[in-house]
């Protein structure tokens, strides 16, 4: 008579076995120690990236410009905000009116943007007593400041990209021989156009090789 209780446990193990399985499986899973047999499935890691890797990206640069050129100024009172058709700091804006080539191309006049900031610094340094003076200059190193951050938002977003189209113009120039003046005198508007996106091309280049040198910060220190 025991027999048949043991038995019909038995049946009916097998029976909850096969209508739910999933409750049956063991699963053979990794661990510190060894392998692990649990009844659940195993907890897969993902490893995440290495520190280095991260700081390298944040670090990166854009076609090897200085970092010093894309520091906060000190007197910032606004941050910027670019798309491809403009950009907005404060009560400031930026329309890119002839494109994003051309946007990318007065960015990289960094060095007037900075030199003008830091007289604007300077001057509101040296003003002591005049409250509304203080007050104008206040307002045009704040310009001054937009100036350089919507320039560094631009660089860092776009410049890639319009180097890349820079240089099929370039290659097509120089492969149809629009890579002189000569090519305005012909009286025909693309061979002038390509030509200009040539000269375009080689200034904007010399431009970032003025970049990639360190920018003096020798004022930056005297403000603090």
Known sequence: MPAFPILGCLILYCLLAVLNPA????????????????????????????????????????????????????????????DRRGCECGPYTRVFDAGMVLAVADALYLDGSWHRYEGYALDLAKE?????????????LDEAACNIRMSQTILRKYTTAALKELR????????RGYDTPAACDLGEVEPCEIFSMYELYKRMMQD?????????????????
Not at 72 to 80: D, F, H, I, Q, R
Not at 168 to 174: N, P
């Open 23 to 82: 409750k049956a499986a063991i699963y053979a899973c990794p661990s510190e120690s060894g392998t692990t047999f649990q009844d659940n499935p195993c907890t897969m890691k993902v490893s995440a990236p290495p520190k280095s890797a991260k700081k390298r990206q944040i670090n990166k640069t854009p076609s090897g410009i200085d970092k010093s050129w894309l520091e906060k100024p000190v007197e910032a009172t606004y941050s910027a905000w670019c």
């Open 128 to 140: 002591q007593h005049n409250a509304s003076k203080k007050i104008s200059i206040r307002a045009s």
């Open 168 to 175: 099929v113009s370039k290659r097509y120039a120089e492969d």
């Open 208 to 224: 970032l090789k003025a970049l990639k040198q360190p920018r003096d910060a020798a004022f930056t220190a005297l403000l603090d």
